[in-house]
Nanobody, 117 residues
């Protein structure tokens, strides 16, 4: 089993920045051999969508809406994945969820990001 703990959400004005962190704990084997870690978001009334993901080899994938503004990175020693979010827009407002894909599909509890106009 793997547990994911997100932090770093909050309220920011449009154009501002936030950095989300997601620390993994639990099964060291699953964490080490995880295929990917990433961030999804869900706005009210909308489906959960992929924001960014990073594989165990360091390949990254971004939603078109965040390319050039968001950067995903991971620190394997700390078992942590980060999402640096710059030039935030009101449409980025959502609950952001951390995800780890290994033998199972693991999710964090989510952290609220609110961008005011």
């Amino acid at each position: 089993q793997v547990q994911l703990a997100e932090s770093g959400g909050g309220l920011v004005q449009a154009g501002g920045s936030l950095r989300l962190s997601c620390a993994a704990s639990g099964s060291s084997v699953e964490i080490f051999f995880a295929n990917s870690m990433g961030w999804y978001r869900q706005a009210p009334g909308k489906q959960r969508e992929l924001v960014a993901a990073i594989t165990n080899r360091g390949s990254t994938n971004y939603a078109d809406s965040v390319k050039g503004r968001f950067t995903i990175s991971r620190d394997n020693a700390k078992k942590t994945v980060y999402l640096q979010m710059n030039s935030l827009k009101p449409e980025d407002t959502a609950v952001y969820y951390c995800n780890l894909q290994a033998s199972g599909d693991y999710w964090g509890q989510g952290t609220q990001v609110t961008v005011s106009s």
